[in-house]
């Protein structure tokens, strides 16, 4: 057996895969020997592979998606490449990634890796800008342009950095100083230049792919073009949202009207414009359609020409645990409730000591030491305490569920990024919904349904 | 190269897999030199896999999962195993699928599998009740029951059948006839017998993963139980999505109060309980918190000891598109607002025309015919027509977005149940904030980002 032969050999993952080609055989009511005899496996062998005693092979992976209606991915689990929940990168780590990326025939960038993790959609990188400009003309021909990406993308500014960006037909630029903040839309055309050549002049530019990565983009790659751009609601339109409930529940508005008591007059109104209904509206229709309020409304957008701005100056601060005594000063960095599960944050660490907990949340997070002096990072993980000191340039990604607390013996500056994983606000109620006992075999099936 | 080396060897699956490639190298801000030296491919090679000139290997996964921070899963598409859009699977393929399950040493249950998807989550299974029993008695010692499963179980009845489902230490025993229908959650233990050993009694057991399976549940075994436990939140607790979202942004209460006017005192309260504040205030913490409202309301469940029952005689029909000359009359089967996103109905055909199209929907989709009569569906896919005439037992899966008409020369009743993909209304919202020209570039990246 070569580490050729199968997905990562290490053991919890192993266990994890083993778990989930039980789950599938579950799910698809095969027990062992109806397992066995499709797969084309040896009698008795079945339980060796759900057990771990077996490896799950390529080959196994290849039979069971040709002999049942799997993908090769629904058989693979992900690895964990944190120590206790934690994945540490060493500013020297990032530097020995450093690559010069060239553009319009000379250097442009300086490329360094920070802390990413195979648990997370983050690619963050440290980007120093090596093209110097001396005006903040966007038609500058200086300024080469990227062609935009699939991610989103959380910029923070250190030092005279011009940013670009485009929309539609439209360039902009913009002089941005340290503190500035920039969260951008997918796809969207942007480059960076510096306004000095002898200053620092760097980003930090934390792409993540959010919702959009993974089992999303595999189902609408499948479904192609035509139907993903189908299936594209605008912001804010509620009246698209109602339309789409009762399509999907086939409910005519004659129906829609006698069970809401709404008329049809008003309800086809509302299906038509973007405008929300009024409060007893929405229970009126939620109840009629059978879904909690929550599904009538829409999320909005604050984005302008795809970018929201944050400047410094603008930002709003604020204490932790109060301003009596604070551990910490917040400054909140760009965001737009597009995601609301995004959060990015300043961090000023005022305390030397351990005693000012962070409440845990359902996020992913990510840090960079932005200060000059370092801190520590405690944390708790299956009950047992940890720390990590962390020194000017280290990033780290932390996992969701995690109660963190920062300490510095000299004040110290951090930035934050949290976002949302795969567990959305759906999957934690499904699991809050779950009878006891349930939990433990959806991380790991451990045995067969009767 | 054989058949081993390889995920699916279909040249849409192939083409998919080398965008995604493509598209990991972009988010890593890898170009083709780079990858090359990253992953030990001879130079000029990258661009022969990212087109599609060169097959995904195993291989190649592997090496690219160890070099980057990826897990394997992360570069396979999915199959689609669809021919336009449907899946039909015949009666006699469902026949020919057909296995004996013994419960407590004798049958119990005769399976047969119906039409799934490597696109979909639904496992949907004819099964016919062998056990017979005399009475209604849930603690009757002749009832086998199982375990429960990770699976969502919507369940159609026909003919004298007794549903058996457990919760806590309750057990209940439901005397079902054709036409009544349940919706159950996960790993809640159940069983079916027959009343009766002469008439037909079986069901339509349409199981499905939904949000719980794919990226969720691989995440969440990643992080294992306790922290999983910690992520699960009640159906209908507002104050613990208003606790959450406190926690995510690290908004204090007094800071919360600065910004959206309420007393501080009213916000602890609102997230010390379950109950909604009032409209005015949700709209007022949501912009203090930079979301929508709909981020502050959550789901809630009208299930009772996990799972809903819905009586035949008491479910509301409506005919589609009006009364007057209707072409369907629907009944509307069991179903949960934590489920939003699901719709299971009872289609009557009443027209022998296919002039009354179905509006598309953002649904997965899954039919059955129950009546004696045949059918005929209509739909386009990609601008061309299609058909197909589907038999007594036979079973379809039709991918999302599609628009369908259905036409009975007499008339005739089909299942229908609808499911969410992973194509949330956030994904959907995202999809429509994206730029021009990113859609096609999300569902097949074809450039380098620069």
Redesign the interface.
């Known amino acids: 057996m070569s580490?050729?032969d199968q997905?990562?050999p290490d053991p919890a993952y192993a266990a994890?895969a083993a778990?989930?080609l039980r789950?599938a055989a579950?799910?698809?009511?095969r027990?062992d020997v109806?397992a066995e005899a499709d797969l084309g496996l040896p009698a008795g062998s079945f339980a060796d592979y759900t057990s771990g005693r077996l490896p799950i092979t390529?080959?196994l992976v290849?039979r069971a998606?040709r002999a049942w209606?799997?993908?090769?991915?629904?058989l693979?689990?992900?690895?964990?490449?944190t120590e206790h929940g934690l994945r540490v990168v060493r500013a020297k780590e990032s530097l020995a990634s450093s690559?010069i990326?060239e553009?319009g025939g000379g250097p442009y960038y300086e490329?360094r890796?920070t802390a990413?993790?195979?648990?997370a959609s983050y690619?963050p990188?440290w980007i120093k800008m090596l093209r110097v400009v001396g005006d903040n003309d966007p038609d500058n021909p200086s300024v080469?342009w990227?062609?935009?990406?699939?991610?989103y993308q959380f910029t923070y500014f250190v030092g005279p950095v011009n940013y670009y960006y485009r929309?539609?037909d439209r360039s902009f630029c913009v002089p941005m100083s340290t503190g500035d903040s920039v969260w951008g839309?997918?796809?969207?055309p942007h480059s960076f230049t510096a306004r000095s050549a002898t200053e620092p002049a760097y980003i930090l530019a934390l792409?993540y792919?959010?919702?959009?990565t993974?089992?999303?983009?595999?189902?609408?790659?499948?479904?192609?073009?035509?139907?993903?751009?189908?299936?594209?609601?605008?912001?804010g339109?509620h009246g698209a949202?109602l339309r789409?409930?009762m399509?999907?529940?086939?409910?005519?508005v004659?129906?829609l009207a006698?069970?809401s008591g709404l008329t049809g007059e008003r309800i086809s109104q509302l299906g038509a414009t973007p405008g929300r209904a009024g409060?007893d509206e929405l229970v009126a229709l939620a109840g009629a359609?059978?879904?909690?309020?929550?599904?009538l409304?829409?999320?909005?957008?604050t984005?302008e020409h795809?970018v929201r701005l944050q400047p410094a100056g603008a930002a709003?601060t604020?204490?932790?645990?109060?301003?009596a005594g604070p551990a910490?000063r917040?400054t909140?960095l760009a965001?737009?409730?597009?995601h609301?599960?995004t959060?990015s944050?300043q961090v000023e660490v005022l305390t030397s000591r351990a005693d000012s907990p962070?409440?845990?949340?359902?996020?992913h997070q990510y840090l960079f030491v932005l200060g000059d002096e370092p801190l520590t990072v405690h944390w708790h993980h299956?009950d047992e305490p940890f720390a990590a000191r962390l020194e000017p340039g280290d990033s780290a990604y932390v996992?969701?569920?995690?109660e963190l607390s920062l300490s510095a013996e000299a004040r110290t500056r951090l930035l934050m990024l949290?976002i949302a994983?795969?567990?959305?606000?759906?999957?934690?109620?499904?699991?809050?919904?779950?009878?006891?006992?349930?939990?433990?075999?959806?991380?790991?099936?451990d045995?067969?349904?009767?």
């Open positions: 580490i050729a997905p990562g994890r778990a989930l789950a579950n799910d698809l009511k027990n109806s390529w080959d290849g998606t209606p799997l993908n090769e991915r629904d693979l689990p992900i690895h964990d490449d690559r990326i553009r490329y890796d990413m993790s195979r648990l690619r990188e080469n990227n062609k935009g990406h699939l991610l929309s539609g839309l997918p796809f969207a792409t792919g959010g919702e959009l993974g089992d999303a983009q595999r189902e609408l790659s499948a479904f192609g073009h035509a139907i993903t751009g189908s299936l594209a609601l605008t912001p339109d949202m789409a409930l399509a999907a529940r086939l409910v005519t004659p129906e006698r069970r409060w359609l059978g879904v909690s309020v929550r599904e409304l829409v999320p909005h957008t984005t795809d709003p604020w204490e932790h645990p109060g301003p910490y917040f909140q965001g737009d409730p597009l609301p599960h959060t944050l962070l409440p845990p949340t359902y996020q299956h996992i969701p569920g995690i949290r994983g795969s567990t959305t606000p759906e999957v934690r109620f499904a699991l809050g919904a779950m009878p006891a006992g349930g939990l433990g075999r959806y991380v790991a099936e045995r067969l349904w009767y």
